[in-house]
């Protein structure tokens, strides 16, 4: 009987000093399946794999890679045997090309020599082939978004012989375009014999991708199942184990007075003419397609950027940001979308990260006072439940939910009036996601006003007062209430909903 089994992990255990990561753990993929790994943060999902990867060695148990079983597997062994991960992180030379980032230890060669323009066209038809998008091969990886460093990441492993490839939250980044055209290339491997793991916390498209669905809870698997046949509430209440109830929880408050006004900001090249407001005690939601110009939006807002035209708005006065600190002390905060690049200082402990855009209140005559810091930044820990063994943790060692906690709490600390949030919920999980709500809700509730980006609709839909759409730099569409859902924000940020003028 041939074995059809691709990755078979049994009684897998790990440790690290008194911390139980796995415990009798197991994963089995099939080839030619698409395998979801869910679980929150610190379930066991990063170590299991991490073992799967001999990043790890196991304390107990048995690692099986198509039939062949692993004592010490190296990154050049797994490789050999056709394993290929995609990590959530993107480890991409900032300072290479996406052609050199594609085909990097693998480029084309006459001699010694690099085929430089072959390598640069087969990046690009790789690129459009699995994508349909554009992506010049000689952009530099430094210039390039996040969706678009996502795709480069893929499009390295896509264009290597693969029997297995790990996928750790691979969406994070992406919009939904380009979801369903990975989804695609997903599909097309699979069908081919491919063995897929996909990790991710966009539950939605776990049910709709995966074949099968493996559940992790304190470092075990609590369940496989069948995601056709199992709801997502049952999957997420293996997660946490309890009952999801609201993953949406609701406002009842009353609106006060608008905290940020826009008018007619516009940047050339980027956005042309946007206004809207936000008031106290409000959530407004906003999305846009890769190259909508909400990214840039979101510059100017914080002074990272200055607009050509159109003036911002704070309480009432008008703003003119000539730096980032110059937002801030107008009461303005940015949680940023790269949380490890920009919102924390991973090589710093959670305090001095929670303390950093606000330590002049803690200090007098130029001397910090650390028991009035320790005392803010331990009730902030509490507030935001961040799973840390003291204050004094490094950020790089707690989960990606933790991480985008610890980003929150350092504009908590600075008792901001406006918060901007890029993508706040990207790459945590349900329950993290379900505190981020929680919390800001209480902001919502104390009187600040919200400006919610994310790329996933759903989320704009179940969690936001209002919405308001970019398409190609303008303001495309506003919505609330009965109209505020996923499809009519979809048509309105594809521009579905609008007739474009024939060309001159």
């Known amino acids: 009987m041939v074995d059809t089994l691709a990755i078979d ?21 099939s080839r030619g399946t698409i395998h979801g790994l869910v679980g929150q943060n610190g379930a066991g999902k990063s170590t299991i794999i991490k073992v799967l990867a001999g990043i790890y060695s196991p304390d107990a148990g048995k690692v099986v890679v198509n039939g062949q079983e692993l004592q010490r597997p190296s990154p050049a062994a797994l490789e050999k045997l056709g394993v290929h991960f995609i990590h959530q992180e993107r480890l991409l030379a900032p300072t290479a090309t996406v052609a050199e980032a594609i085909f990097v230890n693998q480029e084309p060669r006459i001699g010694p ?19 349909d998008i554009d992506l010049p091969a000689d952009t530099l990886i430094k210039d390039l978004t996040t969706a678009q460093q996502k795709i480069v990441q893929i499009s390295r492993a896509l264009a290597r012989k693969a029997s297995i490839l790990v996928l750790d939250e691979p969406t994070a980044a992406l919009v939904k375009r380009e979801v369903n055209s990975l989804f695609s290339v997903l599909r097309r491997l699979r069908d081919d014999g491919l063995a ?31 995601p056709r046949k199992t709801s997502l509430d049952e999957i997420v209440s293996l997660m946490i184990n309890r009952d999801m109830g609201e993953m949406y929880p609701r406002r009842s408050h009353a609106l006060g007075e608008s905290l940020l006004k826009v008018e007619g900001l516009s940047r050339r090249g980027c956005f042309e003419d946007i206004s809207f407001e936000v008031r106290s005690g409000e959530v407004v939601g906003m999305t846009g397609l890769l190259g909508s110009g909400v990214k840039e939006l979101v510059e100017c807002l914080f002074g990272l950027e200055t607009p050509d035209e159109g003036a911002i708005f704070i309480s009432g006065e008008a703003k003119r940001y000539s730096s980032p600190n110059v937002a801030v002390r107008s009461g303005v905060a940015l949680v940023p979308e790269d949380r490890r690049a920009h919102g924390v200082a991973i090589d710093l402990p959670v305090r001095d990260n929670i303390t950093l855009a606000s330590l002049n209140r803690y200090t007098t005559a130029g001397i910090v006072s650390r028991s009035r810091e320790a005392k803010s930044v331990d009730r902030l820990i509490d507030d935001l439940s961040i799973k840390t063994p003291h204050r004094d943790q490094l950020v790089r060692n707690l989960s990606g939910g933790n991480q985008q906690k610890v980003t929150l709490a350092k504009w908590l600390s600075c008792q901001s009036e406006v918060y901007v949030l890029d993508e706040p919920t990207v790459a945590v999980d349900v329950g993290a996601k379900i505190e981020i709500y929680n919390l800001l809700n209480r902001l919502a509730a104390g009187g600040a006003a919200i400006l919610f980006m994310s790329s996933d609709l759903l989320e704009i839909e179940g969690f936001c007062d209002r919405a308001i759409t970019i398409y190609r730099g303008k303001l495309s569409g506003e919505f609330s209430g009965a109209q505020l859902n996923s499809d009519t924000l979809l048509a309105s940020a594809s521009g579905a909903n609008r007739r474009e003028a024939p060309a001159a």
């Not at 790990?14 to 796995?22: H, N």
């Not at 415990?23 to 993929?29: I, S």
């Not at 916390?201 to 199942?225: F, P, S």
């Open 9 to 29: 992990m049994t009684g897998v255990t790990k440790t690290f000093g008194p911390v139980k990561a796995l415990v009798d753990a197991n994963l089995q993929v």
């Open 196 to 226: 897929v793991v996909f990790i991710s916390h966009y539950m939605q498209e776990v049910k709709e991708l995966c074949d099968v669905v493996t559940v992790m809870r304190n470092g075990a698997d609590v369940g496989t199942v069948d």
């Open 113 to 131: 020599f690099i085929r430089a323009g072959a390598m640069k066209r087969e990046s690009e038809s790789i690129i459009k082939r699995f994508f």
